[in-house]
């Protein structure tokens, strides 16, 4: 007998039974990828809200930030069915000083760079969404059209708390 016959061999850091087959490996690892996304984001956007000029945009960030903590939640739900979970929690690498509030330009330059964030993310969801329907994964694929329809709000929303803008954040598609 050869060494390892008759062995299940694990997927590194994926947790998944290769007697299984490829058919959710790059599907895991997309919605593995997007779980990693999500919670970085959230932690943008809170830190955004910390520094928020006012109360109504404080709010409205935190709301936000909550948005994508639901979109990481589901993600890692569906993770879990797949037999991929739990995941390591992304490195906290950003520290915050108390420096006083941050300069106009470079809150509105925070808030254009998580608008652009989340524009790839809804693309990437549609994509993703796609990939779950080819592979038969209709739960996957309602997860992703979920966030992604939601991504696609937070780059209004973000938007709207920056300076207007001469071009707009997010641009509607046609679909087909």
Excluded at 87 to 101: K, Y
Aim: hydrophobic share 40%; charged share 30%.
């Amino acid at each position: 007998m050869k060494p390892g016959a008759g062995v299940t061999t694990l997927a590194v850091g994926l947790g998944e039974d290769r007697a299984m087959g490829d058919r959710h490996s790059r599907l895991g690892a997309l919605l593995a990828a997007a779980w990693e996304a999500e919670v970085v984001s959230g932690r943008e956007l809170a830190a955004l809200a910390r520094d928020a000029p006012d109360l109504t945009a404080k709010a409205r960030l935190l709301v936000l930030s909550a948005y994508c903590r639901a979109h990481a939640s589901r993600l890692l739900a569906r993770l879990s069915s797949l037999g991929r979970g739990p995941l390591p929690v992304p490195a906290d690498d950003e520290d915050f000083d108390d420096e006083g509030p941050p300069d106009e330009a470079a809150v509105d330059e925070r808030l254009a760079r998580l608008a652009s964030h989340a524009r790839v993310a809804a693309a990437r969801y549609e994509a993703i969404a796609d990939l779950a329907r080819r592979r038969q994964d209709l739960s996957s694929a309602w997860i992703c059209e979920l966030n992604r329809s939601e991504e696609r709000d937070l780059v209004g929303e973000l938007g709207r708390l920056g300076r207007p803008r001469s071009e707009p954040l997010f641009e509607a598609q046609p679909k087909g």
